[in-house]
């Protein structure tokens, strides 16, 4: 222990400059006192090595406490080639590599061996060296024989993106693009390929890709929009209605089941999307997207350590509301708006649901374009038919219109005819438009009180512009990754199968068959709860305890008799 006062054996003493070894006897001069060490070098000599056959040989020697002790190898092993050992460890488990690169590194080594090494017997090939690069991986190999070490060579194919510093490897461009439509992130790739033996990528190397790639999808998302608004305008021209006039259905989704949290104010939500979809082709095609941000890990960190930061507005923020704002969908409709306005389009109507304000704020953003223009606000079939059921339940009907033996059995057969009053409608109105061809005037004249009814079905999927095939390439394309010809047959034939599961889905024969299917389901449903039913019939004081033995009749027991006066 160090105590107060106490003087470092070193202090005023100079190295000499000829000698670099600490052991150097001449550091400290002859006759200095003080807590040091011996100033005599200890040999270990050879024999305290490691070798076949070990024999603890220990030396001793006084420390700076002038307490002498033993000292010894710790752990000796015989013959141990730690480089060797770690050399192993290094390149052991599965890599991400080019076959065709792979080849060519062999050769290349192979030709220049035979150059450099006219007089080596064999070619011995190892790795000397590998180098990683995300996902990727460069290789230099070596002969064993005679010690040749060739050249390093990349293991993947690069993006050349103009710019200086080493350019992206394809591989991991095209991971970070395969992750934007996955549910995983980062962390859970790294779990994923250490469970496979692949040495993962380092997360912030990862995400520095994910950004990159995500500001290119974003461009991709907004070129891919515009080109299928311009599909759109062809489909008006052949159908002889006004190029520039669109009707769409708009739906948000948070990050939250709850709109209230009860752990902090305000909203519980931090992130909000929104999609408008067109609904004047069959293909539904989606022609705007916003999102509201309120996270930004960056901001909150520099708060957390004092900085007086705020979202949005610093450098690098990816919020684009303030964190104590509101997520509005009003907002969102006219960011929405805005976008279409840039194209010229007027949307005609908009179908949301009963609590979105959406479609007032597109009609604003359009106003700044066209002050007179109007847009009609349509209620989906979803929550259509939902107010409905809600209506019909809430209803007042007579005494005598539900036959059953108690209010419980009158509530369900309420419940039940509510339903059956929304499914019937949803038929109908289904059943017009196939026969009328979605001609409104003529679907009025047959049923005339459903003139809030909406022309398209909605089936509350939002489906992808493209096919999951062309939408990989078209990725991949933009971001400068080259498929090889059996990854793009790959692609096509699985556009093939997308394209056939989703004829085979509409087929009347299956569409059938699946309905027969869950009635059977159903069937065997009902039937299995009638079999394991618990009959449990409850009566009036059932479950009141029983009388004792002693008492003969109810008066007895509920009215014990009073005890009489005492006798004299």
């Known amino acids: 222990m160090f105590t107060k006062g106490y003087t470092p054996y070193s202090k005023g003493k100079k190295r000499s400059k000829k000698d670099n070894s600490p052991r150097n006897p001449g550091w400290f001069p002859v006759g200095i006192g003080g807590r040091s060490r011996s100033r005599t070098s200890i040999q270990i000599p050879d024999s305290a090595s490691a070798s076949t056959s070990y024999v603890r040989q220990t030396l001793q020697s006084p420390d700076c406490e002038k307490a002498t002790g033993h000292i010894c190898n710790l752990r000796p092993q015989a013959n141990v080639n730690l480089k060797i050992e770690e050399n192993n460890a290094l390149h052991s488990g599965m890599r991400w590599i080019d076959s065709q690169l792979t080849l060519s590194l062999i050769n290349t080594t192979y030709d220049k061996h035979q150059v450099e090494s006219p007089s080596c017997p064999r070619f011995n090939v190892d790795y000397h060296a590998q180098k990683k690069w995300g996902t990727c991986w460069q290789y230099t190999l070596k002969c064993i024989t005679c010690g040749f070490i060739g050249d390093r060579m990349k293991m993947y194919k690069e993006i050349a993106n103009g710019k200086p510093g080493p350019n992206p490897g394809q591989l991991n461009v095209a991971l970070a693009s395969a992750l934007q439509d996955c549910p995983i992130g980062n962390t859970t790739v790294q779990q994923l390929l250490a469970g496979v033996d692949t040495p993962p990528p380092c997360r912030s190397s990862m995400q520095r890709t994910s950004n990159r790639v995500a500001a290119e999808m974003v461009k991709l998302n907004k070129t891919d929009m515009a080109q299928k608004l311009e599909q759109v305008k062809e489909v008006n021209r052949k159908r002889g209605v006004p190029e520039n006039e669109i009707n769409i259905t708009v739906d948000a989704r948070y990050n939250s089941n709850t709109i209230v949290s009860k752990k902090k104010p305000g909203q519980n939500a931090t992130q909000a999307f ?275 033995l002693q008492f003969q009749d109810h008066d007895s027991y509920c009215k014990p008799k009073l005890l009489g006066p005492a006798a004299d």
């Not at 394991?532 to 029983?546: E, F, I, M, V």
């Open 274 to 548: 929104a999609l408008g979809i067109e609904t004047m082709t069959d293909r539904k095609f989606i022609v705007a997207a916003v999102v509201q941000n309120k996270m930004c890990w960056k901001g909150a960190w520099l708060r957390g350590k004092g900085f007086p930061i705020e979202c949005p507005g610093h450098e690098e923020c990816t919020a684009n509301l303030y964190r104590a704002a509101a997520l509005s969908e009003y907002e969102l409709g006219k960011e929405m708006g805005n976008q279409l306005g840039l194209q010229k389009f007027l949307v005609r109507y908009v179908t949301t649901d009963g609590d979105g304000r959406s479609a007032r704020g597109i009609e604003d953003a359009i106003k700044a374009l066209e002050p007179m223009w109007e847009v009609e606000r349509l209620a989906d079939p979803v929550h259509l038919g939902q107010s409905q059921f809600r209506a019909s339940n809430r209803a007042q009907y007579s005494a005598g219109m539900f036959h059953g033996k108690t209010k419980e059995e009158n509530r369900q057969l309420k419940t039940v005819f509510s339903k059956d009053i929304k499914c019937r409608c949803s038929m109908i109105i289904n059943k017009l438009m196939e026969k009328y061809d979605k001609n409104i005037y003529d679907m009025s004249k047959d049923l005339p009180k459903v003139l809030d009814a909406t022309l398209r079905c909605y089936d509350g999927v939002h489906r992808n512009n493209n096919m999951p095939g062309t939408s990989t390439q078209l990725k991949c394309k933009n971001l400068g990754v080259d498929l090889s010809t059996r990854s793009q047959l790959y692609l096509k034939k699985m556009d093939t199968n997308f394209k056939y599961s989703q004829d085979y889905e509409l087929r009347p024969a299956v569409q059938e068959r699946r309905l027969k299917q869950n009635a059977e389901k159903l069937a065997e449903h009902k039937t299995w709860r009638e079999m394991n039913k618990k009959h449990d019939h409850y009566s009036k004081g059932h479950l009141d305890p029983q009388p004792a």
